[in-house]
């Protein structure tokens, strides 16, 4: 796909507004990270990896404006400014793995290089974040395209894949993670069918997976939610893939609201439910998915669609952006280090431990 949905110019970051999409193409100049923890915030950038590149950007960027006569100073700003960016969304792991690594970056930057009276190194550890930013950029779409490389390895000719939410390049800053895999196996002509779940109530199915499908010129069938469970009784379906905002050290998966359901009904059905995701996703902190935090939003994203109320006044209204998927329900957790199958806290220590130890 040629549109770039973030990109670091210098003075502003470039970000594809995902809030406009299929109608509008509409790129949105970030100046501060201020705006860039609202765009965050309202979704205008979206999917745990991207979000992740968005915050490294942001607190890159807000570095850049700081006046510091001394490192602890300039940390203490630093600090601030990565608190404002962390409080965006709570449930994606991936924003605060890329503030940690970016705080740990400064830190590592000013033991390395001592304090100076005059300022020169606080000079440098901004350079330095922004090329940590790069780099977490970089590394990101290095992993998507393993990830889709290794996720292909199970797609068979003609298969027809069910996915929910979107997590291609739009959702990852780079290649993307499941739909990764559907380009991976795209790429190879296998022949593959995508059949795309609209994913209510911000339909990122139906406006963000169905465009980028098209733009790849992938088969798509879109369908709303409740339609999955037909498809799959009926034969329809070989397998599902999707992406993952934060696993659990035990395998259980959050995703986007809706996921839990398809895994039941895959599991129903005997069809293989797969997760696409880098291993930053991965949080070992968390024994299960009862530890994950579930974010919750605005009601106003289920009664209303676009300009047009849906739901009377006075409704009340429940809506968490994510549920969890127990890891029973899951046939296999696609990474760039490989591939996963129960028991998945054996295999999390196997390499991530050994990944985030280097």
């Known amino acids: 796909m040629q549109v770039k949905p973030i990109e670091w110019c210098d003075t502003t970051i470039r970000i594809l507004d995902q809030t406009r999409l299929p109608s509008e193409v509409v790129f949105l100049e970030v100046a501060d990270y201020v705006e860039m923890a609202a765009a965050i915030r309202g979704m205008r950038i979206r999917g745990a990896p991207a979000i992740g590149v968005a915050a490294a950007y942001g607190l890159a960027l807000g570095a850049q404006a700081i006046e510091a006569r001394t490192e602890e100073e300039f940390l203490v700003k630093l600090g601030t400014i990565s608190r404002e960016l962390a409080s965006t969304r709570p449930t994606a792991i991936n924003l605060f793995w890329a503030l940690e690594r970016m705080n740990r970056a400064a830190g590592e930057g000013f033991a390395l290089r001592g304090s100076s009276p005059k300022g020169s190194t606080i000079s440098e550890i901004k350079a330095v974040l922004v090329e940590e930013a790069k780099r977490i950029e970089r590394e990101n779409e290095e992993a998507d395209r393993r990830i889709g490389r290794l996720g292909a390895e199970l797609i068979e000719y003609g298969f027809t894949i069910l996915t929910h939410c979107n997590a291609g390049a739009l959702a990852t800053a780079g290649y993307g993670t499941a739909l990764g895999v559907i380009k991976a196996a ?7 069918k995508v059949i795309a779940c609209e994913t209510r109530p911000l339909l990122q199915g139906a406006r963000l997976t169905a465009w980028e499908l098209v733009e790849e010129q992938i088969p798509v069938t879109l369908i709303t939610d409740s339609m999955a469970g037909h498809f799959m009784n009926r034969g329809r379906i070989d397998c599902v893939i999707v992406g993952a905002d934060r696993i ?43 530890e994950i935090p579930i974010e919750e939003r605005s009601p106003e994203e289920v009664t209303w669609i676009g300009l047009t109320r849906i739901a009377p006044e006075g409704v009340e209204v429940a809506n968490p952006a994510f549920d969890v998927t127990p890891h029973q329900y899951v046939s296999a957790i696609i990474t760039e280090k490989g591939v996963l199958k129960e028991p998945y806290e054996e295999g999390f220590e196997g390499f991530v431990l050994k990944t985030i130890s280097q």
């Open 248 to 290: 659990a050290r035990n395998g259980d998966v959050a995703n986007k609201i809706g996921t839990y359901s398809v895994a039941v009904l895959a599991r129903e059905n005997s069809v293989p439910f797969y997760v696409a995701a880098p291993t930053s996703t991965i949080d070992l902190s968390v024994k299960s998915g009862a």
């Open 186 to 192: 795209h790429e190879q002509g296998k022949q593959i």
